[in-house]
């Protein structure tokens, strides 16, 4: 079974704090495949990030990085000093031997106050 | 230029009524998908067509058809709405295959309101 477990429902920080998103998946695929996206407050999805699952190498695009571990079953997103405009819901998505098949986690939202 | 478009925006409806959404992608894509995000916001996928055949298609009452007629377009027809109807609906797209080609990228969404 394929399952993606976002714990965090909602994380308030003050504009330039660093914020991590905990994903946690399952899934019984020996490959398979991550992603983040961002829903920002106008509706719209907003691709981030995928990972395979061989490739356990952390990722850095500015101020968004992506800690991957296959040990715990998680890929983390973290975003260093956070602005307003990354106010929004995160969603951590997994796709395995169907890989046309997605599971989205329950989304995290984030609130950066100024 | 808009990669996955959607129409309409909105969509307001009486219960009983048959509507209509239609989702076109412009990235020549051979996959297409149609998801339902809930009012907290969870987001479950419905339909998916790869080169106009179902490959995907969910546990969705019978009252929603989607409906490819090319690679590029993919409609959705919901007969008799129902209150829990009421929801944002998402249409994707993604080349098919792996490699990176499973990556899916979404429309901007309509928001379906049945009163």
């Known amino acids: 079974a394929q399952k993606v477990t976002q714990a965090q429902t909602e994380i308030s920080v003050v504009e330039k704090e660093d914020v991590t998103l905990d994903c946690v998946y399952e899934?019984?695929?020996?490959?398979?495949?991550l992603f983040w996206y961002k829903q920002p407050p106008s509706g719209e999805l907003v691709f981030l990030i995928r990972?395979?699952?061989?490739?356990?190498q952390n990722e850095i695009s500015g101020r968004y990085s992506w800690n991957f571990q296959k040990s715990t079953s998680s890929f983390n997103f973290t975003i260093t000093a956070s602005q307003v405009v990354d106010s929004a819901v995160y969603f951590c998505?997994?796709?395995?031997?169907?890989?046309?098949?997605?599971?989205f986690g329950s989304g995290t939202k984030l609130n950066v106050k100024p | 230029d808009t990669a996955v478009s959607q129409t309409p925006k909105y969509l307001v409806t009486q219960m009983g009524n048959d509507k209509s959404i239609k989702c076109e992608q412009n990235?020549?894509?051979?996959?297409m998908y149609w998801y339902k995000q809930d009012s907290k916001k969870f987001l479950k996928i419905m339909f998916s067509y790869n080169n106009k055949e179902l490959i995907i298609n969910e546990t969705v009452p019978n009252r929603f058809s989607p409906k490819s007629p090319d690679k590029a377009h993919l409609n959705l027809h919901i007969n008799s709405l129902e209150l829990g109807d009421s929801a944002v609906y998402f249409c994707?797209?993604?080349?098919?295959?792996?490699?990176?080609?499973?990556?899916?990228?979404f429309g901007p969404g309509t928001r379906l309101l049945v009163l």
């Open positions: 998505a997994l796709s395995g031997y169907n890989f046309n098949k997605f599971y």
């Open positions: 899934t019984r695929d020996t490959t398979y495949y």
């Open positions: 994707a797209s993604s080349q098919g295959g792996t490699g990176g080609k499973e990556t899916q990228y």
């Open positions: 990972r395979n699952s061989f490739d356990e």
């Open positions: 990235l020549g894509h051979d996959t």
